[in-house]
């Protein structure tokens, strides 16, 4: 029962958000981001079969695309560190 008024009470609060612009300036830093993106992407996970799963995917999807990549990331350097340790260790072999 708790589960179904959390469901219901984040459900009215994000579908009210809808009508709102997105916010200009981020709250949370990438890491504070990411945090709560695992955690919605796990509560999903733990409740499959309820309303508040597919709230907490989409939530966790939307948070995810907002926040991109890490600050610092970057992508050429981690493709040629891959690269670099293939050609030391050959492709991993998958059992």
Do not use: F
């Amino acid at each position: 029962m708790r589960r179904m008024v959390l469901a219901n009470d984040l459900a009215a609060s994000v579908d009210s958000a809808r009508r709102h612009p997105a916010l200009e300036k981020p709250l949370l830093n990438w890491c504070e981001g990411d945090a709560i993106v695992q955690l919605l992407q796990m509560l999903a996970e733990l409740l499959p079969d309820e309303p508040l799963a597919e709230l907490s995917a989409e939530l966790a999807g939307k948070l995810c695309a907002r926040l991109g990549l890490p600050p610092g990331y970057d992508v050429n350097a981690a493709l040629g560190a891959i690269a670099d340790d293939m050609r030391r260790h050959g492709p991993a072999t998958v059992p």
